[in-house]
């Protein structure tokens, strides 16, 4: 199956710096991914949707100036908390979708944000 | 309301039995998608089953089925002969529409235990 990848998978950082995670399609192409956030014991919660060459698509509540996305290439795709506080602290995952011919997104394993 | 609900927070179920897991969606469009995902300790999001709105037979896939009763708008998830390994979360996720962009709506899980 399709391979969706991020980095980091753990990252401890102190208040008011700046994390980007990234999310990578291996192979496969997405113009199109998705950054979720989940608390312990949560669902998962659309935060963004990424569009290549344009763009993300946020949901409401969630702050563009906070978190950043950007979409460089059909395969990388990068969220950046910027000026973290304790508050940001969840679990980030990430996903795509390969093509019109198949249905299911793919996740990335996800990546633990600590914010101390 | 909600757009996917799933009524179980936890589950019990004995080794080499049987198990359902209720998912009731809510959505006015023709073409959607339903699908259910693992997701064990460790985080990751994993695809188990799909079912198309305009599929006439259940979905299976291996020891997982997919009870789809369109006309109660809801999406059973069936998992045969429950192993060990099957202790995770199981979350019910909806896509409306059959674009790549279109997002995903997750239900709030189930956390299925299997007691040996």
């Known amino acids: 199956g399709a391979v969706v990848s991020q980095h980091p998978s753990r990252v401890i950082c102190k208040s008011g710096t700046s994390v980007k995670i990234e999310c990578r399609s291996l192979?496969?192409?997405?113009?199109?991914m998705f950054w979720y956030r989940q608390f312990p014991k949560q669902s998962l919660m659309l935060m963004a949707t990424?569009?290549?060459?344009?763009?993300?698509?946020?949901e409401q509540g969630v702050e563009k100036d906070k978190f950043l996305i950007n979409h460089a290439s059909l395969t990388l795709s990068t969220l950046t908390v910027t000026s973290a506080h304790p508050e940001d602290s969840s679990f980030y995952i990430c996903?795509?979708?390969?093509?019109?011919?198949?249905?299911?997104?793919?996740f990335g394993p996800g990546t633990r944000l600590t914010v101390t | 309301a909600q757009k996917i609900t799933q009524t179980q927070p936890g589950m019990f179920v004995q080794e080499k039995e049987a198990v359902t897991l209720d998912c009731t969606y809510d959505t006015s469009d023709q073409s959607y998608g339903l699908f259910w995902y693992k997701q064990p300790s460790s985080g990751e999001m994993i695809f188990l089953i799909y079912?198309?709105?305009?599929?006439?037979q259940n979905a299976t896939e291996g020891r997982y089925s997919l009870n789809f009763q369109k006309a109660r708008k809801s999406a059973n998830l069936v998992i045969s002969a429950s192993q060990l390994g099957d202790s995770a979360m199981y979350f019910c996720a909806m896509r409306e529409g059959l674009y790549n962009f279109n997002k995903f709506y997750f239900g709030s899980g189930t956390k299925l235990n299997v007691k040996p």
């Open positions: 990424s569009n290549e060459g344009s763009k993300a698509t946020y």
């Open positions: 192979d496969f192409q997405a113009t199109t």
């Open positions: 996903s795509a979708k390969p093509g019109q011919g198949v249905h299911e997104q793919y």
């Open positions: 079912q198309g709105s305009y599929d006439e």
